[in-house]
């Protein structure tokens, strides 16, 4: 099953000029769903080849990288370890 949650800025943050590949992200550990993400193919070529998630792509939150690096949802994540403090 494929995942249909959105996180808060996974698509409307990207400017669709340059070319783009769509990540399939996953399974999430909570739920076991997929995700498929689109993005920046110049930008996932960088992230392959070792820049930290974070450097390239600073404007996105932390919830919609984890998904990108584990497949976790947020939601899931805050369901089976709860909220941060």
Same mark, same amino acid.
């Given at each position: 099953?494929?995942?249909?949650?959105?996180?808060?800025?996974?698509?409307?943050?990207?400017?669709?000029?340059?070319?783009?590949?769509?990540?399939?992200?996953?399974?999430?550990?909570?739920?076991?769903?997929?995700?498929?993400?689109?993005?920046?193919? /110049?930008?996932?070529?960088?992230?392959?080849?070792?820049?930290?998630?974070?450097?390239?792509?600073?404007?996105?939150? /932390?919830?919609?990288?984890?998904?990108?690096?584990?497949?976790?949802?947020?939601?899931?994540?805050?369901?089976?370890?709860?909220?941060?403090?």
């Amino acid at each position: 099953m494929v995942s249909q949650e959105n996180p808060s800025n996974t698509m409307a943050s990207e400017a669709f000029t340059e070319p783009m590949t769509v990540i399939k992200c996953g399974p999430c550990i909570g739920c076991h769903n997929y995700s498929f993400v689109p993005v920046d193919e /110049k930008k996932w070529q960088e992230y392959n080849s070792g820049k930290p998630i974070q450097e390239v792509w600073p404007d996105k939150d /932390k919830n919609w990288r984890e998904m990108l690096i584990t497949g976790t949802h947020a939601k899931c994540w805050k369901e089976m370890f709860g909220e941060e403090e």
